[in-house]
């Protein structure tokens, strides 16, 4: 059959199917268009593909497609699975790898926007855009270095692990042979990490406070509220600064603190002395109607509350700039500082313990489910007592 033969039997418009050869056919439809069909066997199973339009696709041309889909299938590969197989998403890029591998993450992990922050502020910028199979040993090397010279060693840490996991997930996808980070450990990142011990003294606690007074132009009143608040309330930074008025209850003098933002995975009733009360009063007048105790600072940021970092960073500038009178200190140091305070003031341990929501240990864990609301609240009393002199 030639052209000339396959445009009249088109004009003829009779729905029909004509043989061509190979397994190739000619199938009529309505309005005078003819497919081009390739029938084969596979697997004892018959089956059709449809390869293009003519005259899109020219005769010549289906002969030839129709003669590639012989071998393959002659090589045991069946070009209607191969087509199923082409619809799944396409990885071009690290970032759409990491697309894929941080939608893993957010079904295993507690808080996914974690490595979700690291990828897109540490990892990104670097090999982002390259190919998958483009990125080397050097640009990870790249990525930790540039992390760990900016003095940031436990991100340095974390990123490396990340990358490991993206480039596992790569493997398992067939899309990489090698992961590029494999063979670096945390002494070519941040380093083996010890343990911190700093808690703050009253009188560095003294100093502190008049510093942030000092410097209220760069420190902001909010800031220091929220300093004041970790210490007074030994909460984990992250359960405070994303806090919601809703959770407060000023007549019973409580904070219910919600089980998916507890790290314990249980939430909590914290108890609020007076003075912490008045704290939480005038940050309702400075959110202006927000339903957040902190409200963002700026409206392109991504969350309706201030950033995790936010106190760090103003912290740690004021240690830049060397106006800050003790020696260095994280923000959660002042979590370890309440405990510490706690344990001077007499407080039993299993109470002081709980006033942090850390998990009891051992049997005690397990069977004492007595959440001591009246023990914490009598020392955070003390605790604010023994801190409003200071703050």
Known sequence: MNDKQVKALIKQGEHARHAIGNGLYLRIANQNIGY??????????????????????????????AS????????????????????????NTVDDLAEDWLKECAKRLKHPNIPRRVYTKDIAPTIGELGIDQVNPRDIRAIINNIAESNRPTIANDCLMYCKQLFRHAIKLDLRTSNPAEAFT??????????????????ELSQVFKCFRENHNQFTRENYLAVALLLCLGVRKGELVASKWE???????????????????????????????????????????????????????????????????????????????????TVHDLRRTCRSLLAESGIAGH??????????????????????????REALSVLVEQLKSYV
Not at 190 to 202: C, D, H, Q
Not at 311 to 327: D, G, R, T, Y
């Open 186 to 203: 945390v002494s070519d990142a941040g380093g083996v990490e010890k343990s911190r011990s700093r808690a703050l003294s009253l009188e």
């Open 247 to 329: 959770e407060f209850d000023f007549e019973a003098a409580l904070w219910h603190i919600p089980q998916e933002r507890s790290k314990t995975g249980r939430g909590i009733s914290v108890p609020l002395a007076p003075t912490v009360i008045e704290w939480l009063k005038e940050l309702q007048i400075r959110a202006y109607g927000s339903e957040f105790v902190f409200p963002n600072r700026r409206a392109s940021k991504r969350f309706g509350h201030i950033s995790p970092d936010t106190i760090n960073a103003a912290i740690q500038k004021l240690f830049k700039q060397e106006k800050m009178p003790v020696a260095h200190f």
């Open 351 to 376: 109470v002081a313990e709980r006033c942090l929501n850390h998990k009891l240990k051992g049997v005690e864990g397990i069977y004492d489910r007595y959440d001591y609301l009246d023990e914490r």
């Open 68 to 91: 590639e889909i012989k071998r393959e299938v002659s090589n045991g590969i069946d070009p209607i699975a191969e087509k199923k197989r082409n619809k799944t998403p396409e990885f």
């Open 36 to 65: 081009w069909v390739v029938r084969y066997t596979i697997n004892k199973k018959r089956r059709e593909i449809t390869i293009g339009k003519y005259p899109d696709l020219s005769l010549a041309d289906a002969k030839f497609n």
